[in-house]
């Protein structure tokens, strides 16, 4: 059974990075594609991006300057970067394995919420 | 303001079949393969048709997908109060390179 588990700081300061790693069990990395979206607190979904060990990225354009994500097939994990923060980066952000070509996600992990705030 | 497009909200009568619209253009619907998930609050989105019309194990067959032209239907018979959540529809968008998402379904099993 695949599950997914996200970790990193809860509370951002506004213009800081928000760094938050997804720890995969179950199944290696090194197959599909592995993902990240996010939620504000009572709105829809949004995706943030998705990367491959082979190095493959896609970010969506609206965040596209500044995310980065990266893989650590050491730990079986990935990683998000989202630079200079702002209130409305205020969400909770959930990890999820990415189908690839056809892009479903499943399964995803339980989410954390992460809070722009001095 | 989401890239597909779906009602707000849909509700309907215990036992009744409700269906839930996803509209979107060429370069996402009309190209792509379809995604649907159900969102119960406070929890994370689960999986609940994928490929257009395609259900993962586990998932009863009350759930239905189809795909045509630009849209995309999730059809849910025999309704039952569990059902009722946050729907959201989700595809690759071609000319954006990105998936998207609607921007949600609230169902109401009245």
């Known amino acids: 059974q695949v599950q997914l588990q996200e970790s990193g700081p809860g509370l951002v300061k506004p213009s800081e990075t928000l760094s938050l790693t997804c720890t995969v069990s179950?199944?290696?990395?090194?197959?599909?594609?592995w993902s990240w979206i996010r939620q504000p607190a009572e709105k829809g979904l949004e995706w943030i991006g998705r990367i491959a060990t082979s190095g493959s990225s896609n970010y969506n354009p609206s965040l596209k300057s500044r995310v980065s994500m990266s893989t650590d097939t050491s730990k079986n994990q990935f990683s998000l970067k989202l630079n200079s923060m702002t209130a409305a980066d205020t969400a909770v952000y959930y990890c999820a394995r990415d189908s690839g070509w056809s892009n479903w996600f499943d399964p995803w992990g339980q989410g954390t919420l992460v809070t722009v705030s001095s | 303001q989401s890239v597909l497009t779906q009602p707000p909200s849909v509700s309907a009568a215990p036992g009744q079949k409700v269906t839930i619209s996803c509209s979107g253009s060429?370069?996402?619907?009309?190209?792509?393969?379809v995604s649907w998930y159900k969102q119960l609050p406070g929890t994370a989105p689960k999986l609940l048709i994928y490929d257009n019309n395609k259900r993962p194990s586990g998932i009863p067959d009350r759930f239905s997908g189809s795909r045509s032209g630009t849209s995309a239907t999730l059809g849910i018979t025999g309704l039952q109060t569990g059902d009722e959540a946050d729907y959201y529809c989700?595809?690759?968008?071609?000319?954006?390179?990105?998936?998207?998402f609607g921007g949600g379904t609230k169902l109401t099993v009245l």
């Open positions: 179950g199944d290696s990395i090194n197959l599909y594609f």
């Open positions: 989700g595809t690759w968008d071609t000319s954006l390179s990105a998936g998207v």
């Open positions: 060429s370069s996402s619907i009309g190209s792509n393969y």
